[in-house]
């Protein structure tokens, strides 16, 4: 089972968690990318490259 993580949903300003991510990487930085709890948009939170190494 994945880590659970939390996500800051922009666009409806609140705050939720989430076991269900992909990690990517953009321009050598890490994010793991979830769908929204309140929308059809995603939610992005900036990984260390050993966080990223480790949920991978």
Not at 14 to 42: I, L, M, W
Request: contains cysteine; charged residues 40%; glycine residues 4%.
């Amino acid at each position: 089972m994945a880590e659970e993580l939390e996500f800051y949903d922009v666009k409806s300003k609140k705050k939720f968690k989430s076991s269900e991510y992909d990690v990517r990487e953009k321009n050598g930085r890490f994010f793991a990318v979830t769908k929204s709890q309140s929308g059809p948009h995603e939610c992005w939170r900036v990984l260390s490259k050993v966080q990223a190494e480790k949920l991978k």
